[in-house]
């Protein structure tokens, strides 16, 4: 098939690459120049393993093309995914829908047959319906344009698998005919058995919200319990994996520890109570703000602990900081709880050098006043605490030893409580995890 992917950020270049990697011919579609131009010569403009091959695989089969126009991508073909952010508004926790609005005006005058709009960014309920309102009275008089959601559930690090073996297809369309295109478009992850769940459009559209709810939730409930176990000397990491073994509640996104951070996760529960207050259901999702403020709040406690360990103050302290991505496996630093703490740390006096395998200079853009290091032990050289932000695997295979010859003194908080705590110990660390009883 012939489709356009609008919007070549980390959800669309993906989204773009995969496309074509199953045999469709696919041009993606952006409004920034430079992102259009690295992705047309093969290279991603951020990283994310494994698409910099699959970008080349697509463009050498000519089934793979970039573009700015969209006059090009509404002669292209009649099936346009819509992949545009949308970020948090400014002044309030509601979506702000600029970018899917700019693409409906922007391509749909320019649509000369009928076609059928795929949103796959994450929006409010209800925002389909305004988006096909508003193509319907963009189109051309006898041009006829569909409008379906089918939203995307790819996490940044495993973008390509969660692409191409995704663990459900959820497609809210508005006709049988946009149902059975969506159908076709994903007819080889159907063929595999990767169910297929065909819904109106508001419940595709909540299905997205609801998910990231409920994963934020795990989060915030972990860390509400970690604080209990520090009060009462228990350890939440034993804790976690005791309860993770009952199938009911399942380990995954019940690690203590930072709490998440990203593009997704906060803005997606903001937009989501933003809207349920819009339809008066407000009330019933005001525990999200709980969980909102749980997980700002280990933020604040993992400064509190810093500060703590450095002896009360962490003015004129070198703190080593290792981790700015707001996760392992990608540069992205939107929201990264790990340089919301850089810093604060920062600001409260320290000397900080910040480490990250990938983000470090995605981290210097929007943060120049810190320090950057291109290795782990560089960043922890004369430290007097260091700060495991980012749960990179390998700061997991870091030699305490090692890096004890460095630092000014061996003092560490695990924050992500992924570190082998014993080794640390063992060869002089004093090392602090989020929930856990001191280890010495
Ligand atoms: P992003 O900021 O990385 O990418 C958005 C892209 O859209 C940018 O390249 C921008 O230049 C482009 N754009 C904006 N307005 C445009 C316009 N009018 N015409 C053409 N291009 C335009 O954002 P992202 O992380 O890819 O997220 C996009 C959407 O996907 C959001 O709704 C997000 O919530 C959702 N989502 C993201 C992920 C993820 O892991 N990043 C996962 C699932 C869903």
């Given at each position: 098939m012939r489709m356009t992917v609008i919007g070549t950020g980390y959800l669309g270049a993906v989204h773009s690459a995969c496309m074509a990697e199953i045999g469709h011919e696919v041009l993606g579609v952006d409004s920034e120049p430079e992102r259009i131009e690295l992705l047309a010569s093969g290279r991603a403009p951020f990283y994310e393993p494994g698409l910099n091959e699959l970008l080349a695989r697509g463009l050498r089969s000519g089934k793979l093309g970039f573009t700015r126009s969209l006059s090009a991508a509404a002669a292209f073909a009649d099936l346009h995914f819509i992949c545009v952010g949308t970020p948090q508004s400014a002044g309030s926790?509601?979506?702000?829908l600029t970018g899917v609005n700019a693409v409906i005006d922007g391509l749909v005058p320019l649509l000369r047959r009928d076609a059928l709009l795929v949103g796959k960014s994450t929006v409010p309920v209800g925002t389909t319906a305004a988006v096909a309102r508003r193509a319907a009275e963009l189109a051309d008089d006898g041009i006829s344009v569909e409008v379906a959601w089918n939203p995307e559930f790819l996490r940044e690090g495993t973008a390509i698998e969660d692409g191409m073996y995704p663990d459900r297809i959820v497609a809210g369309t508005p006709s049988a005919a946009a149902d059975a295109a969506l159908r076709e478009v994903y007819a080889p992850m159907l063929a595999a058995g990767v169910p297929y769940l065909a819904t109106d459009v508001a419940t595709a559209e909540m299905v997205k919200v609801s998910a990231n709810a409920f994963l934020a939730t795990k989060v915030s409930f972990i860390n509400a319990v970690s604080d209990v176990c520090e009060a009462a000397g228990a350890d939440v990491t034993t804790l976690a994996e005791a309860i993770g073994h009952d199938k009911r509640i399942g380990?995954?996104?019940l690690s203590a520890g930072l709490g998440y951070g990203g593009s997704c996760l906060s803005k997606d529960i903001r937009a989501f109570v933003a809207r349920a207050d819009e339809l008066g259901a407000g009330d019933s999702l005001s525990f999200l703000r709980e969980v909102d403020r749980i997980n700002i709040g280990r933020r604040r406690r993992t400064v509190e602990m810093a500060r703590d360990l450095a002896g009360g103050s962490l003015d004129r302290r070198n703190v080593a900081v290792l981790g700015?991505?707001?996760?392992?496996?990608?540069?992205d630093v939107r929201d990264s709880p790990a340089l919301q703490v850089a810093e604060t740390v920062h600001d409260l006096g320290a000397q900080v050098r910040v480490h990250d395998p990938r983000a470090n200079e995605n981290a210097r853009a929007i943060l120049p006043c810190l320090d950057y290091a291109p290795d782990a032990k560089k960043a922890c050289e004369d430290a007097d605490l260091v700060l495991h932000l980012t749960e990179w695997a390998e700061y997991r295979e870091l030699d305490p030893a090692d890096l004890g010859t460095v630092v000014r003194k061996r003092s560490i908080i695990d924050a992500r409580n992924a570190l082998p705590a014993d080794r640390w110990v063992s060869t002089g660390w004093t090392i602090r995890g989020i929930g856990r009883p001191a280890l010495n």
């Open positions: 926790g509601a979506a702000d380990r995954h996104y700015a991505a707001f996760k392992p496996d990608t540069d």
